[in-house]
C-alpha cells in the first residue's frame, strides 16, 4: 500500500506495548509540559524520526528475512533426484515440496497481513520466523516424503508474512522522499533468493545431503533472529497508542471485533476476488507478472534438465547457471532506478509547476522495456538451447528474461500504488500476490513433461508465446490508461 493513501488506524487494546524491541523507540523521552501540546509528527518515537542507524538496522532484518524465506523455495529443487531415489517417487512428485512451499507463499500473507495491523509488524515477525524455523529444522529429520511435504508447506506458511508485511515496515520508517533505495533493497530480495537457492542448494546435495539444504536455512533464518535483537516495531498505531498511554493522554477507542473481522474480509478475500474478475487493470496486471513469475520458477525444473542431458553440467555446474539470474534481478533494479531517475522524476516534476495530476502511466516505462525482454530471453533460450552452440548462450537468455521479468514487476506494482487508494491498493496487491504464487506453485509440476514431450526448443518457445501475447499489456495500460481509470468501480487516480 502507497504511503499518501490515508486508511484508518486499527487502534485498538490488542495493541500492547510491552513488545520485544519497542522499548527502545519509546526510550527517547520528549519533553512535554502539557499533553495537549504533543506533535507526532516531531516525536523521536516517530519511526521517520530515527536514527539512521536504526533505520538501516530495519532494512538488514527485513532484507535479510525476505532472502531467506525466498532461499526456501527453491534451494530444495537439486536434491530431486535423490529424493526421487531414496523414497521411489517419481519426478513429478518429487517437485510437490517446492510447489506446497510455494503455495504457501501465496496463503500466508492472508493472515499475516492483518495480524500485523492487530498486534503490530515485530510479534509477527518473531513469531513467524521461530515456527517457520521449527518446521524447517523439522523437514531435515523428517523420514517420510508426506511428511517432507507437510512441513514445507507449514515453513512456508510461517514465513510467507515476512514478504507481505516488509513493504509496510519500510513505508512506516522512510518517509517517501527517502524510500527509494530501501525500496530497492526489499524488492530484489525475494527475487534473489529464488536464485541463490538452487546455488547454495547444489553443492550442498552434491557435497553433504539433502537435509542439510534445510540447516542452510535454519542458519539464515538464526542470523535474521539475531538482527530482530535490536529492531523496533514500526506500526504507527501500535507506538501512538503506547505513546500517548506514556503522556497520559486518552488511548483512542476500541474497534470492535465483528468491524476488524469485516474489513478483514473485505480487504483479504471478497474485494480481491472481486477485483481480479471486474477491474481489467487487476485481472490483467496479475495474469501477466502470475505467468511470468510462473515461468520463473519453472527454470528450477527447466535448466537442470538442459544443462546437465544436454551440455553434461554435474549437479554443482547446473547450479552455478542460476546466477543468470541474480545477475539479471540485480540489472533490473538498476533499470528500475533509471527510468525512475531519468523520466518518472523530470517528467513528474515539470507536471508539478504546471499544476497538473501526475498520471500512473509514467510508472510503467521499465515494464514497456522489460515486456520485450521477457519473449526475446525465451526464444532465445529456447533455439539456442543446442550442444552445437555453447552454453553460454542460453545462460545469457535466462539474464535477459530474468531482467525484464524483474521490470514489469516492479513497474506494474508501482503503477498499481499509484492508480488506487486507501484499502483497495492492499486488496489488489492480495489478488496480485495470491495470482502469482498459486501459478507458480502449479508450472514446475509439468515442466518436465513439457520439456520431454515437446523438446527444448518448443517448450521453451511455448513460454515465450506466452509472454509474446502478454506484452501488449502494459502497453496498452500507458496508452488508454486514462479511459480504463474511468470506467473501474472503485475510486482510481
Not at 496487491?429 to 506453485?441: G, I, M, P, T
Request: aromatic content about 12%.
Amino acid at each position: 500500500m502507497s504511503d499518501h493513501d490515508e486508511k484508518p488506524e486499527p487502534d485498538n487494546e490488542s495493541l500492547s506495548c510491552e513488545t520485544p524491541g519497542l522499548e527502545g523507540g519509546l526510550a527517547e523521552k520528549q519533553d512535554v509540559s502539557k499533553s495537549d501540546e504533543w506533535n507526532w509528527d516531531e516525536d523521536p518515537s516517530n519511526p521517520y524520526n530515527w536514527p539512521t542507524r536504526v533505520k538501516v538496522h530495519q532494512v538488514v532484518m527485513i532484507g535479510a528475512l525476505a532472502l531467506t524465506t525466498s532461499m526456501g523455495v527453491s534451494i530444495l529443487s537439486p536434491a530431486q533426484d535423490i529424493l526421487m531415489k531414496q523414497f521411489n517417487i517419481s519426478s513429478t512428485v518429487a517437485i510437490m515440496p517446492l510447489s506446497l512451499y510455494t503455495l504457501a507463499l501465496g496463503l500466508g500473507p492472508v493472515v499475516g497481513g492483518p495480524l500485523s495491523e492487530t498486534v503490530g509488524r515485530l510479534p509477527v515477525y518473531i513469531g513467524t520466523t521461530i515456527f517457520g524455523a521449527l518446521f524447517t529444522l523439522g523437514i531435515g529429520f523428517c523420514k517420510s516424503f508426506a511428511g517432507i511435504c507437510i512441513l514445507r508447506f507449514l515453513a512456508g506458511f510461517c514465513l510467507a508474512p515476512s514478504l507481505a508485511i516488509c513493504a509496510g515496515t519500510i513505508n512506516e520508517t522512510f518517509r517517501p522522499e527517502h524510500r527509494a533505495i530501501p525500496s530497492a533493497v526489499f524488492i530484489l530480495m525475494p527475487f534473489l533468493g529464488p536464485g541463490i537457492g538452487p546455488v547454495i542448494g547444489s553443492f550442498v546435495v552434491s557435497r553433504k545431503s539433502w537435509p542439510w539444504t534445510q540447516w542452510t536455512i535454519l542458519f539464515f533464518l538464526i542470523f535474521t533472529m539475531i538482527t530482530m535483537l535490536g529492531s523496533r516495531e514500526t506500526f504507527h498505531a501500535k507506538i501512538k497508542r503506547c505513546r500517548s498511554k506514556e503522556l497520559g493522554l486518552e488511548p483512542p477507542p476500541t474497534q470492535p471485533l465483528s468491524s476488524k473481522i469485516q474489513l478483514f474480509a473485505t480487504v483479504a478475500l471478497l474485494r480481491p476476488v472481486q477485483m481480479l474478475f471486474t477491474e481489467p487493470i487487476v485481472a490483467f496486471t496479475c495474469l501477466y507478472i502470475a505467468c511470468e513469475f510462473a515461468t520463473l520458477f519453472s527454470f528450477f525444473a527447466a535448466i537442470p534438465l538442459v544443462f546437465q542431458e544436454l551440455y553434461g553440467f554435474d549437479l554443482e555446474d547446473s547450479g552455478l547457471v542460476f546466477l543468470a539470474i541474480v545477475v539479471g534481478c540485480i540489472l533490473g533494479v538498476i533499470t528500475v532506478l533509471a527510468c525512475d531517475i531519468l523520466i518518472y522524476q523530470k517528467k513528474s516534476a515539470k507536471l508539478k509547476l504546471e499544476g497538473q495530476p501526475i498520471p500512473p502511466e509514467l510508472r510503467l516505462y521499465p515494464a514497456l522495456i522489460g515486456s520485450i525482454g521477457l519473449p526475446v530471453g525465451l526464444f532465445w533460450f529456447a533455439w539456442t538451447s543446442k550442444a552445437s552452440i555453447s552454453w553460454a548462450s542460453p545462460t545469457v537468455a535466462i539474464m535477459v528474461f530474468a531482467w525484464g521479468n524483474l521490470c514489469v514487476f516492479v513497474s506494474t506494482s508501482l503503477y498499481i500504488v499509484d492508480t488506487y487508494h486507501g484499502m483497495t491498493v492492499a486488496s489488489a496487491f492480495s489478488a496480485n500476490s495470491l495470482a502469482r504464487y498459486v501459478l507458480a506453485a502449479a508450472f514446475p509440476l509439468f515442466t518436465i513433461q513439457m520439456y520431454t514431450n515437446l523438446g527444448i526448443d518448443w517448450a521453451s518457445s511455448l513460454l515465450g508465446f506466452m509472454a509474446l501475447g502478454l506484452l501488449p499489456v502494459p502497453w496498452v495500460l500507458f496508452l488508454k490508461g486514462k479511459k480504463i481509470r474511468s470506467l473501474s468501480k472503485f475510486q482510481t487516480a
